[in-house]
């Protein structure tokens, strides 16, 4: 039995050179659900929104038949086709608390403290290797699955997650926030960095004697992790951090001109 499969835009990613951009011939000597078929050749079921088998929606368990041209597209950016998508019962996106929310593998920790910095609910710990354990608090927590590691989003349990390409963590974070439009949400320090915690302001008088002297004199505002206790203030890193919002923000506002 052998069937065709075009995959589409920024799937290529996962393809060997020879395969990207081009219909390629599959075959196979036993049935194939749309799932296994693409994950063979690479690509995790993750970054897929919409499949057409001979045109027409259908789901990864669909059963593929000889001679079907399957068409395999990732996430749609401007348009909402959950009402046509059959790959998933509930849509990644158009709900602020579905695309805000994210579990991260033990290899990204400097993308979590960015992710953390600018306000998004972030949960890694960096003895969380095991993966069942990580599918069960994207499971139980309906958070966004952020990984490099491809087997991991090719696990059947875990239908929401993300393969991030840079190696580079402040580019890691400006491909979060491109692929899943967070630039409006962005809220700076609202999020304690060590503990995912939504940390409160706190009077000044509160926090003498508990930062450095020269912390004091400098800055009038201050915020409270009432989880654990952390202590926070506008300082160098706050600037650096509002410096690189701006450069993404205009980094996307040209891309999508």
């Known amino acids: 039995m052998r069937f ?3 995959f589409y835009e920024e799937l290529n990613d996962f393809l060997p050179t020879a395969k990207k951009y081009q219909l390629i011939e599959f075959q196979c000597f036993q049935t194939t659900t749309c799932k296994d078929a693409i994950e063979s050749l690479g690509v995790p079921h993750t970054e897929v929104d919409l499949v057409l088998v001979n045109g027409q929606s259908e789901s990864f368990d669909h059963l593929l038949k000889d001679s079907d041209r399957v068409s395999v597209y990732p996430m749609f950016e401007s348009f909402d086709i959950s009402s046509l998508t059959k790959v998933r019962a509930t849509p990644i996106r158009k709900t602020k608390e579905a695309t805000t929310k994210f579990v991260v593998d033990v290899n990204l920790g400097k ?4 992710l953390r910095m600018l306000g998004f609910d972030t949960i890694y710990d960096r003895h969380l290797e095991d993966d069942e354990a990580l599918a069960h608090i994207f499971k139980s927590q309906c958070r966004i699955l952020l990984t490099r590691y491809i087997g991991l989003l090719k696990r059947k349990d875990v239908d929401h997650g993300y393969f991030v390409r840079s190696r580079a963590p402040k580019e890691q974070a400006l491909e979060v926030l491109r692929r899943f439009d967070l630039v409006s949400m962005i809220q700076l ?3 304690c960095l060590q503990c995912n915690c939504e940390i409160v302001p706190i009077a000044k008088d509160k926090v003498l004697g508990l930062v450095p002297s020269l912390v004091e004199k ?6 409270f992790c009432p989880n654990c206790e952390k202590i926070y203030w506008e300082g160098t890193h ?3 951090m509002k410096k690189s919002v701006k450069e993404w923000k205009r980094h996307i506002a040209n ?3």
């Not at 993308?111 to 960015?114: D, E, G, I, V, Y």
Request: charged residues 25%; proline residues 0%; hydrophobic residues 45%.
């Open 4 to 6: 065709f499969l075009r």
């Open 111 to 114: 993308l979590a403290h960015f």
């Open 189 to 191: 320090c609202s999020r």
């Open 218 to 223: 400098a800055y009038m505002q201050f915020w």
């Open 238 to 240: 706050f600037e650096h």
């Open 255 to 257: 891309e999508k001109q």
